[in-house]
């Protein structure tokens, strides 16, 4: 009887973990409304709140090792724990975080206050909060900590992949377009939210954006009880039936580390040298064929996770960009084969050969170099997330790509030159880089290998 009630006891412990690693709408799916979905149109206000100073915070403290990896760890999470608080008690649902950023949705319907009165509640205190601890001292200096929101509604296209989940379209896009035009401390909305936003003053900005200005009457705060699976309370029965239903959202190895401590704190934060890729991927008709796009992209996440797992990468997130969604995959964390540039290159290879991703548009990114990676978030709402410079220039050198062509960075082409073709496009000027940087457009696999000395040969002529 007490082995049984200590394993009860140790799979809660596992199942509630499990649970804070994805979206409170997934967690309903499972448990609440359990209806088969194709696909679904969600109304919801979209918020994207980016956080800037982290990069340099990790990129300075890298230096002191673990003691560093630590100190990290432990000041990201006081700015994202209480982020994570503020963005549930509006009704919010955090649907991923961006390394220093988070993209949550605020379902329409849901509560006495329309999702767009919630959600720039939320924005606002969010900054308030941001602003009031921007100043951050730490072994190696102080830094300052900003952030800036955009917010947009209406409705967008959301899949349960079973093991992802994915949320995109039009409205998805132009989050991402207006939230770039945002400056430090600043809340920009679409007309949408604007027209929707009871008790808040807007001034124009740009054709079709609004600046938040201030409150016209003071909004009311309210809770939404019940929305919370995380904290508890679920039969063990139910449990027991649904665990393996979640643990497919969790990648093995982070499970595996859920089955050793189910806690999570500043000690599981680390540097490491890794190769990130970017995958931007369009062409999918959310809007206009949304069961077509809900199968290209059943078929296309198929294909991405199985050449994932075939040369040993993590997928860790798929989000949206301005103009696309895109794929955040990781060689060499959380393992590493020594290899890990020239895994990354030939996955890219296979996506861009495969006779069954030639209907969707594809532009792709590489870099190789530190990064910080870490979970962030609380037990409510958390993520395994990678920061760092490295992760920054993959994504800049994705989102300048061609479509279906892939971009590598020098430390990636000097790793690779040898078993594949590259052109070089020169230096060009990538936002973050106070320098520009040579680039590389990969064309293929080589026939023959070249040598060392072929190549210095080659970097002789460019010089």
């Excluded at 009860?8 to 199942?15: D, G, V």
Aim: charge should be positive; charged fraction near 25%; proline fraction near 3%.
């Amino acid at each position: 009887m007490k082995e049984s009630s200590k394993n009860n006891t140790r799979t809660n412990k596992l199942f509630y973990t499990m649970a804070g690693f994805v979206p409170q709408k997934i967690l309903s799916a499972l448990f609440i409304d359990t209806r088969p979905r194709v696909y679904e149109a969600l109304d919801a206000v979209l918020l994207f709140a980016d956080i800037s100073g982290f990069t340099a915070l990790t990129e300075k403290i890298a230096t002191m090792g673990k003691e560093g990896s630590e100190e990290v760890t432990k000041i990201i999470n006081q700015f994202f724990e209480p982020l994570v608080e503020i963005i549930n008690k509006w009704g919010g649902d955090i649907y991923c975080f961006g390394g220093d950023a988070i993209l949550s949705f605020f379902p329409c319907g849901e509560g006495r206050l329309p999702a767009a009165t919630r959600a720039v509640s939320a924005a606002r205190e969010a900054i308030a909060f941001v602003k009031g601890h921007k100043t951050t001292k730490t072994q190696v200096g102080v830094f300052k900590i900003n952030m800036h929101i955009g917010i947009t509604e209406g409705t967008v296209f959301f899949k349960d992949l079973k093991s992802d989940f994915f949320l995109a379209g039009r409205v998805a896009n132009t989050l991402m377009e207006i939230a770039d035009k945002a400056s430090a401390g600043e809340i920009i909305v679409d007309a949408a939210t604007r027209k929707d936003a009871a008790g808040f003053r807007f001034r124009s900005f740009k054709k079709g954006i609004w600046r938040y200005q201030g409150l016209t009457k003071r909004v009311r705060r309210i809770s939404m009880p019940g929305k919370t699976i995380v904290g508890g309370g679920m039969p063990a029965q139910i449990i027991s039936q649904k665990f393996d239903q979640l643990r497919a959202y969790v990648p093995d190895w982070l499970y595996k580390r859920i089955e050793m401590k189910p806690s999570f704190d500043q000690r599981d934060g680390e540097h490491r040298r890794a190769t990130v890729i970017f995958l931007h991927f369009s062409g999918i008709p959310y809007e206009r064929d949304p069961r077509r796009a809900a199968t290209m992209l059943r078929d296309f996440y198929s294909i991405l996770k199985h050449e994932i797992e075939n040369y040993g990468g993590w997928l860790n997130k798929i989000d949206v960009y301005t103009d696309s969604a895109r794929v955040l995959v990781v060689f060499g964390f959380p393992r590493t084969f020594g290899d890990d540039e020239m895994r990354a290159v030939l996955f890219a290879r296979e996506i861009l050969n495969s006779a069954a991703c030639e209907v969707i548009n594809l532009r792709m990114g590489i870099h190789a170099g530190l990064i910080f990676a870490a979970p962030v978030g609380t037990a409510l709402r958390r993520e395994y997330t990678v920061m760092g410079d490295a992760v920054n220039l993959a994504a800049r050198l994705a989102a300048k790509a061609d479509d279906r062509s892939l971009i590598v960075s020098e430390v990636v082409f000097n790793k690779t030159f040898a078993q594949f073709e590259y052109e070089s496009l020169g230096k060009k000027s990538y936002k973050g880089k106070k320098e520009a940087i040579f680039s590389y457009r990969f064309l293929g696999k080589r026939r023959v290998e070249r040598t060392t000395l072929a190549k210095w040969i080659t970097e002789s002529q460019k010089l």
